[in-house]
């Protein structure tokens, strides 16, 4: 039986914690675009699913007493990731309708062009790889602002239900802590 305060709770929790899960990735985001040679806006991405750890830890810690089950962990992450991904996605919209003037583009296709050149050794397995991504590359660059953001938002949503699975199961608690007591 699905108890709907709890899943109100739940669901308030994740979307104020979707709003700062949604400023980190939004400030990966410009740190990726304004310094494409900086790894500072990678690192932030990779840092996503420990921030929404500590975001389900906070949630279990203060409106739980301390105790969550897999299940509502799993819940949480997933609506977290879900509101974060609503955000970013107006964000990345607007930013490839009205500021881009295809430097997205730029930036990927430089990489490949990179990638190119380090294959000085004429390698035929990557300079085949390297053929299929300029020829993903292109029909990227065929897409809409709103079609490119929507697919890189399906893309956060199918992440977020990947890392809410190893976040729940590890964030999840059974027996309220003693630090939590006192």
Do not use: H
């Not at 949480?76 to 997205?104: E, N």
């Not at 390297?130 to 897409?143: F, R, V, W």
């Amino acid at each position: 039986m699905i108890n709907v305060a709890a899943l109100v709770q739940v669901r308030a929790f994740a979307r104020q914690y979707g709003l700062f899960l949604s400023l980190l990735w939004i400030a990966s985001f410009l740190l990726v675009v304004l310094a494409p040679s900086s790894s500072f806006g990678s690192l932030l991405a990779l840092s996503t699913p420990f921030c929404v750890g500590w975001l389900l830890s906070r949630f279990r810690d203060y409106a739980l007493d301390g105790v969550i089950s897999f299940r509502r962990g799993f819940v949480f992450s997933c609506y977290t990731f879900f509101y974060a991904s609503l955000i970013f996605v107006i964000v990345q919209y607007v930013y490839f309708r009205f500021f881009d003037q295809g430097a997205m583009m730029t930036i990927l296709m430089n990489s490949i062009k990179m990638m190119e050149e380090a294959n000085a050794s004429g390698d035929v397995a990557i300079s085949q790889t390297l053929a299929q991504m300029k020829q993903g590359m292109s029909l990227i660059g065929d897409l809409t602002p709103l079609e490119l953001s929507f697919a890189l938002m399906m893309q956060n949503l199918f992440y977020g239900v990947i890392f809410s699975l190893p976040i729940a199961l590890i964030c999840r608690r059974t027996k309220p802590s003693n630090k939590i007591r006192n």
